[in-house]
């Protein structure tokens, strides 16, 4: 498979990633002490792949892809709420689809105020720590960029999304519990990725 093949298969999972994590942040889960939106996964993995365009293609390239990301967010946004607003058929009750897909403004402009600010610093801080280690130790830059980046974002989008509503401190610290976790997780892949990518 040609490299630019492989561009379009990490644009094309960076975006998905992205997208879905806009639709499942309005759901909130819990498990035992640990409260979160269920966007968290989805959310996380973006990062897994911002850092691995941005070994292979640069941080140009990387600062374009988060914008582009960006970009489709808002078509998505603009599709759904268009969908929304269109009549509903006289038999079809679309409170279901609305409480999916409506979102509330305040949580997708958290999202995209959180995305923009964490995803270019990520990029920032990746190549920071690839100069800092002269091109060496990926997990260190892997890590080291993304777990920074984890909380700003997270940070960013509760207190945004959440304040007044919910238990802010307790879903900050959730939710980045579980970003490190898979931040730690996802190192492993990062190499696959890079490796598969200079073949």
């Not at 973006?46 to 374009?64: P, R």
């Not at 509903?88 to 609305?98: E, G, H, L, N, R």
Request: hydrophobic share 50%; aromatic share 16%; proline share 2%.
């Amino acid at each position: 498979m040609r490299l630019e093949d492989k561009k379009k298969i990490f644009e094309t999972f960076f975006v998905t990633s992205l997208i879905i994590s806009n639709i499942t942040a309005v759901k909130i889960v819990s498990y035992g002490k640990l409260v979160f939106p269920a966007a968290v996964l989805a959310y996380a993995v973006s990062f897994l792949f911002t850092d691995v365009y941005s070994e292979i293609w640069g941080k140009k390239e990387a600062n374009t892809l988060v914008r582009i990301g960006f970009l489709c967010n808002i078509l998505a946004l603009f599709l759904i709420r268009f969908s929304i607003i269109l009549r509903p058929a006289s038999f079809y009750d679309q409170s279901s689809f609305v409480n999916v897909l409506g979102g509330s403004s305040r949580i997708i402009l958290a999202s995209m105020t959180a995305y923009l600010i964490s995803q270019h610093h990520d990029v920032w801080a990746f190549h920071f720590w690839r100069d800092k280690t002269k091109g060496k130790y990926l997990w260190i830059r892997n890590n080291a960029s993304t777990m920074v980046s984890q909380l700003l974002d997270t940070s960013i989008f509760i207190f945004l999304a959440f304040y007044g509503n919910a238990p802010i401190l307790t879903m900050i610290g959730s939710q980045y519990l579980i970003k490190l976790i898979i931040a730690a997780i996802d190192t492993p892949f990062c190499y696959i990725f890079v490796r598969w990518c200079r073949e």
